[in-house]
């Protein structure tokens, strides 16, 4: 017998929330994947029409999905999703909050200078050493004036797809303002909510010390085929394999804020490589900051009820957001958006 549509939207949420509930990992990092899911979803216009170059329909296709109606679409459904998922298990996640701390504001607007102009050296100076490193040339020899061209080996400067849509005429233009509206909704409202629930609560606090991490990495990749057979053999992966999960024992021991210098490393090891290598100066800078924030709102010598969660970070990561938004449309400087 089949179901009814209502019978088979609680099956599927009643296994959505089983599934959820069984891990304190699962509601802080699936918004996280969810949205970088969305990304890929988003980009793949580009993808389909590079492929289907020689074929009409198919290329039409990809430059289709690029269109900024589609795309704001697709970007208000991967914003709307996350939401869904951050507010649904919120109980899950109770250091998520929007407690506001004045440092927020000083924080988020140094962090916009650091960003912007790390991110200038990466794909300025830096950029041409390292190219010129590559090509076996002296590492003091720089040489800008190559047909005006900016040196650029870790970011593309081509005009911003989403500025040619903003600057399109007619319908075109129209919803590229709309979809630069809600990209600015999205990266000071939504993405500092999901992103610092994932790197600054729970790998923080899941990496918190060096060798329980380690262990507990091993431990992961026992499940592993091949790798894992391989540990498995040896007298550390038999004794990881028996022990409880490691790294949910150290995510549920730490309380939010804790902090040691190998937590700040591995958090903003991550935090890095989920962004363009331009980007890595300013992850870093953004690391070491805002793991002190959140120690600083979160610190033992505070009473509960004054800790503060994530609040205070989620707030300081949307104004750097809001602002680097403001640099892009001031300055027409499309590379950090």
């Not at 005009?159 to 903003?166: A, F, G, I, N, S």
């Not at 009820?305 to 994530?310: A, L």
């Amino acid at each position: 017998m089949n179901q009814a549509p209502d019978d088979q939207r609680e099956s599927w949420l009643g296994r959505l929330d089983a599934w959820v509930e069984e891990s304190p990992w699962h509601p802080r990092v699936l918004p996280f994947f969810v949205y970088i899911f969305g990304l890929l979803i988003i980009g793949l216009g580009s993808t389909v029409e590079s492929w289907g170059a020689g074929i009409g329909v198919v290329a039409a296709v990809g430059r289709g999905w690029q269109s900024a109606p589609v795309q704001l679409v697709l970007y208000a459904a991967q914003c709307g999703l996350v939401c869904w998922l951050l507010w649904r298990y919120r109980r899950l996640t109770p250091e998520l909050t929007i407690r506001f701390h004045w440092l927020a504001i000083p924080t988020g607007v140094f962090l916009l200078v650091a960003w912007v102009g790390l991110g200038w050296l990466m794909t300025g100076e830096f950029s041409e050493r390292w190219s010129g490193l590559m090509a076996g040339e002296p590492v003091g020899a720089i040489d800008y004036g190559i047909d005006g061209a900016e040196p650029n080996a870790f970011a593309t400067v081509e005009e911003h797809d989403l500025r040619k849509q903003v600057h399109s005429d007619g319908l075109e233009g129209q919803f590229g303002a709309a979809l630069l509206f809600f990209r600015l909704l999205g990266m000071s409202l939504v993405v500092p909510l999901f992103e610092e629930l994932f790197i600054r609560s729970a790998m923080v606090r899941g990496l918190q010390h060096r060798r329980e991490t380690l262990r507990g990495i091993g431990q992961v990749l026992c499940d592993f085929p091949v790798v894992g057979d391989a540990l498995m053999n040896t007298k550390f992966g038999r004794e990881v394999s028996r022990e409880d999960p490691i790294l949910t024992r150290q995510l549920v021991a730490t309380p939010v804020g804790a902090m040691t210098l190998w937590a700040v490393f591995a958090s903003t090891l991550v935090f890095s490589l989920s962004h363009l290598l331009r980007d890595w100066p300013g992850c870093i800078a953004c690391g070491i900051v805002w793991c002190w924030l959140v120690w600083y709102t979160n610190r033992p010598s505070l009473a509960e009820d004054r800790r503060m969660g994530i609040g205070p970070i989620a707030w300081s990561h949307g104004i750097t957001n809001a602002l680097l938004w403001g640099y892009t449309v001031w300055t027409d400087d499309w590379q950090f958006l």
